[in-house]
C-alpha cells in the first residue's frame, strides 16, 4: 500500500502550508520517525542549499528554483531590467520606475536628478529602499538629495506619486506567480491575490508618514487606523483580488487590459533570468509580484517576492492563502508514484532515479551545476552493486562500440533506464541502445514523473505498482521535459542559491482530485495533456507537452500561444517570445478588449480553437485569448 504523502516544514514552515497538507491527508515528516529521504515536499522559506538541489530523489519537490535572486533582490531587479532595456527596448520594458543602485550609481542618479530639477517640470519625489530588506524596513521617501540618507547598500527608485486610489487610500497589488518550470518555461498567475492599503490617506505633504505610503501589511497593521472603518476601504488593510476586480467593475474600468499587462510584466520579468537559471523540474516556486497601478491604469513593478508572506492576518489572507496553497499542490501534481518513495523502490528492486534522467533529450543551455552526485543514500541503498540489481545496464551500454558523445547518452539511458520497472524490453534498441522511439522514451520516464491523471487513492491503494506502470504507459499523452543543465560554473555568491536537480515532472489536468483535495469546480477547459492539441502546420511541436491551462485558481500565462510554445521547449528563444509580446501589446492597443459577454459565451460554445491557447486572467472563468479580441 502506498504510503501518505510526506511534508517538510523548515524552521516549523508556514502554518497555512501545514494546515492545507493535513487536510489532504499528507503527514509532516518526522526526523524521529522518517528517514532522512522519506519526504515528498520540502518547503523552505529562505534558499536551499547547493546540496539539496543535487541530493534530490524523483518523488522529492524543493519550493524553490535554484538562482532567483536575479529578481527577487531589489538590485538584481533593477540591474536585470536595465539590461533588458537595453536589450530589447523601453516599448515593453517600461514597468518598472527608473532605479539607481547606491552607492555605485551615485553619479548617474545625481545627473537624473539635477537635469529634472532643471528642467523645471512637476515635483519628482523619490523612495530609498535597502537592497536586502524587505517588509517596507529602513524605507523613506525625499523629494530633496539633501535628504538622501544611508549606510548600507540601497536602490533609489522613482517615487510613482500618483497612484491609484481607493477613497483617498494608496494600495498594491500582490500577484501570486508560479513558475512551474524555467525548462521549458511554464508560468500561472493565481487569479486570487491580495490587494494592500495603506491606513491613512495618501498625502504628498507629509513624506514622512508610512501610513499612507506605504502598504505593507507589516507596517500597517501597527498603524492608528489599521482597526478603524476606513471610507470604503473598510477595516484592517486588506482586500481579496475578487473585491479588487468587483470595485473596477463598478467604476467601469477595462479590468481585462489591466491584467495582460500584469500577465505581461511578469513574463518580461522572468524572461530576464529564466535563460540563467538551472533546469530543476523538481522545483516550483510562488513569486509574489509587487504591482502599483497609477491613475492612468498603468502597473508598475514595485518588486517581486522571493517567499511572499503567508501569514493569515485577516479574513482575506485566509481566503486567499489557503486557496493559493491548495491550488498549488494541485499544480505540483503529485501522483500515486510520488506516494511509493524510497520503499516502493526497494520493494521492487529500483534503485534511485538518477537526476539527469532527462539528459538523453538533451538541448545545449540552461547553464549546469556540478555533476550529479552519489549520495550516502544511493550508496547504502545499492550497496555499490546497482550493476547486480539492475540488469538492463549490460543490455544498453556498449562502450566500446560508442563513440564520446553516443556513450554520454548511452549512459543517461542506463541511469535513466534501470531506475525504471522493466515495462517492455522493445524499448531497448539492440543496435545501439537508445530507446526504440521518442514515445517509448517518455512512456518510461513518466513511469515515474509522468502526466498520469491524478488518481483517486483509494483505487490506486488496491494496484500494484508494476499494474499501474503498466496502465501508465497506455496513457498516449506521456511527455517530458526535455532540457538539461551543461554548464558547471557559477560564482561563488550565487553558490548559496543555487543547485540542480533533472528529474522530470509535469502537470496535468487537476479535474480528478482525490480525497482530500479541495473541491473547486473547474470549468470544462482542455487541458492539452488529454486533448489533441490545434497546432499551427509545424511537425516540431509534434508529441510536445501542453501544460494545462488552469489548475485551480492557477491560470497559465506562459506559453501563451503555439509561438512562444515553440520558443520555450528547448533553449529560450528570448527574442522570439519577445515578439509575440510585441504583436500582442500592439494588438491590444489596437483594438483593446472589446469582448462581449454574449460573443464570449458563444464563442465558448462553438470554437473550435480552445484546446491551445493563453488564458486571460481576470475572469472567474477566463476565456481565451482569441475570444477577447473583435476581428479588425
Ligand atoms: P519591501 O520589500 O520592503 O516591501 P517594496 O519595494 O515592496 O519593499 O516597497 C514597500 C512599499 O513601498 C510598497 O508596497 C509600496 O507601497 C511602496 N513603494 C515602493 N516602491 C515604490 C515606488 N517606486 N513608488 C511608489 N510607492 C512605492
Redesign the pocket.
Known sequence: MAASLVFRLHDRGPEVVREVLLERGWEEYDQEEQEEEDWNLYWRGSAFHNSEYHNLLPWQRLNHHPKTVGITR?DCLARNLRRMRATFGTALYDFS?TAFILPNDYTRFLSEYNNLRLAGGPSVYW?C?PVD???????F?FEDIKDLVYDCSVIV?????N?LLISGY?F?LRIYACVKSFHPLTVYLHQEGLV?F?TEKYNLSSLRNLYA????T?INKFGPFYKAAKERVGRGCKWTMSKFRHFLHSQDINELLLWQRINNIVTLTLLAIAPSVPSCPNCVELFGF?I?VDVALKP?L??V?YSPALTLDCQADITVKRGLIGDLIDLMNYTFIDSLRERGYRRHGYKKLCLRANRLLHVPTPPVLSKFKETKFQERKSGGQSSRRLPMIKTLCQPEKMNKRQSRQHASVADTQRHFPPVDSNQINATGGRLANKTQRDKSLNLIFGPCPRTNMSVVKRQTCLALAQRLTDNRSLHVSEVTNNDDTETEAEVERSGEADASSSIHDTRHRGLGFRQTKLPDINSGSHTPVRMERTTALKGQHFPPLRVGDFIRTFPFNAATLRASRHELDVKVVIQELHKLTAQLAKTGYRLRREEERVNKETDGEKDFDALLWGPKDPPLLSQCFKPT
Open positions: 531589489k520606475p523612495i529602499k530588506l524587505s517588509r517596507g524596513r529602513g524605507i521617501i527608485q522613482r517615487y510613482i506619486s497612484p494608496k498594491d494592500r495603506a505610503h506605504l502598504t505593507n507589516s509587487d502599483l508598475w514595485l518588486e517576492n
